[in-house]
């Protein structure tokens, strides 16, 4: 057995994110962001579920990092909520809003606890989201007086900055599969919400690197790393477009500053591109962000396009096989199949653990020497407390599986920095609802959101405090 430690300084924390926890969503002047509009007016097909409460951690805040700080956390990955800092978007500032987060920050910091902050994680202010939200490039400009706001007001306490949570899911979710606000089913809104976003991202990296404050800023992607299971012509052309289109659309252009080839070709060849005006390259290319965060859950199997329509469809039942299940086939490129003999989650994720491994090297071979930190990994499952005690020992064996895959990447030269699976608590899972549990601590929505550590939370808490050498003993 290799000893299992992990560099000096190595963040151990986990993540969560505003709209998933935080409740309050019209508390101390929050305004309305695109998500409370998409849940309230949805309340048939998402059973009445919303993140109006979530898991209330506006108000239980220092319980959470009290019990953060128990777990051995030495970093915690949360977002700010746009609406709380400027309640229409734009202009004025809520001092409340500010006093949460200083709060929060104070909170961690005298535990010890880095803060490292999400600038997006996708609660759009609704104001925002009606004149064209991302489609329009005056939310470009709208981001950054946020950003602006929130390096002010906290820069001098935050060191480790994330742009933008996943654009990829999001844009994929809201424009393509329409299964997220705003539902639309349009790849040529998308790509333009894509640039609009990927622009936000550099600007926001220009404009902290001119704070001159002396944190990191990078950007959190959705990372699945994309397989073939028959290495045929066909579909090693499919798998490169698939990978470009999944993975290589955001990280070219956060780290250098172009879009791939294929990807720009397919899109002047299917519609106007002129909403990349002249300067966004420049701007994307003169700011690289100084990190990655790598949000792994899974790989994605692809083979070659077979016939039929594109077909983009969630399992958001948690059923495996009755009922919804996912698909995703994108007319004359590719599809995405399953592994036979792979173990899936219920909501169609195979878990596997070496392609954390591979993915990390396959960005270093790419992107050279840049520090990453796994900023999501986690398994939702469908949990309940028995004599007490929630035991959580599925969740237990894939995070050590992924703990372990981080490791061999670290020992081949990977400059990997953290880790934060998701999630701290339980909380809101987009369209999933409450059910689906990811949390290291219990939330017990029924009895006045009580916390109750799981079995994991343990068990996390000797890996942290050991920087991994607890591994080392199983
Ligand atoms: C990531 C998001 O895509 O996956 C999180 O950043 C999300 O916000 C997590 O909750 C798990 O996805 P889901 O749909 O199971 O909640």
Redesign the pocket.
Known sequence: MTECTFPEGFLWGS?T?SY?VEGAYAEDGKGENMWDRFTHANKKRLNGINGDIASDHYHRYQEDVKLMAEMGHNSYRFSISWNRILPEGTGRVNKKGIDFYNNLIRELRDYNIEPNVTLY??DLPQSLQDIGGWENRDTVDAFLEYVKVCFREFGDRVKLWVTI??PT??IYSGYLRGNYPPEAKDFRRAAKVLHHVMLANASAVKLYRETGMDGKIGI?H?FEPVYVLEETEDNLQAAEIADEIFNYTILDPALKGKYPEKIITLLQSNMDTSFIKYGDLKIMRENPVDFLGI?Y?TRNIVQAYSGNETELVAN?SGERKKGASSKIRVKNLFEVIENPNGVYTR?DMEIFPDGLYEGLLRLKERYGDIPMYVT?N?V?LVEEIVDGIIDDQERIDYLEQHILAMKKAIDVGVDLRGYYP??TMD??????GYK?R?GFIFVDYENNYRRIPKQSYYWYKKVAQSNGKYLLNK
Do not use: D, R
């Open positions: 993540a994110a998933q994680h996708w949570n996943e899911y999001f959190v959705s949000n859950y958001n909501w999501e986690g939702g998701w999630s909380l809101y899972s987009w369209i999933n689906k990811y």
